[in-house]
């Protein structure tokens, strides 16, 4: 059974920093692109970063942008989210997803391109 499992949430004041992690299992995705979203309370999905199967290249939401940094760990099939600069606003459960498609050259922010979740961690940020 594949599964995503996210940990590293918690409560943080803001200006604070915090790391998420992913850890896969039930198969491998370091031929994977994978990604982070976020949800906040009556609000949609959000995405926030994708990252290729190389992890040398990702993409960033403008709203977190120079905040938050993906990076990935193949050899662990284990995906990070290092955020900076939390603030209210970033307040929300938190979720990693991983494409089953392999060797997908690029990676967008659309909740459809996503078949893997994980369950969510949740981030609080207080001011």
């Not at 089953?100 to 391109?113: D, E, G, H, I, M």
């Amino acid at each position: 059974q594949v599964q995503l499992v996210e940990s590293g949430g918690g409560l943080v004041q803001a200006g604070g920093s915090l790391r998420l992690s992913c850890a896969a299992s039930g198969r491998t995705f370091s031929n994977n692109v994978m990604a982070w979203f976020r949800q906040a309370p009556g609000k949609e999905r959000e995405f926030l970063a994708c990252i290729r199967s190389s992890g040398l290249r990702a993409d960033y939401a403008d709203s977190v942008k120079g905040r938050v940094t993906a990076s990935r760990d193949n050899a662990k099939n284990t995906m990070y989210l290092q955020m900076n600069s939390l603030e209210p606003e970033d307040t929300a459960v938190y979720y990693c997803a991983a494409d089953s498609t392999r060797f997908r050259l690029s990676c967008n922010s659309a909740v459809s391109q996503y078949n893997y979740w994980g369950q969510g961690t949740q981030v609080t940020v207080s001011s």
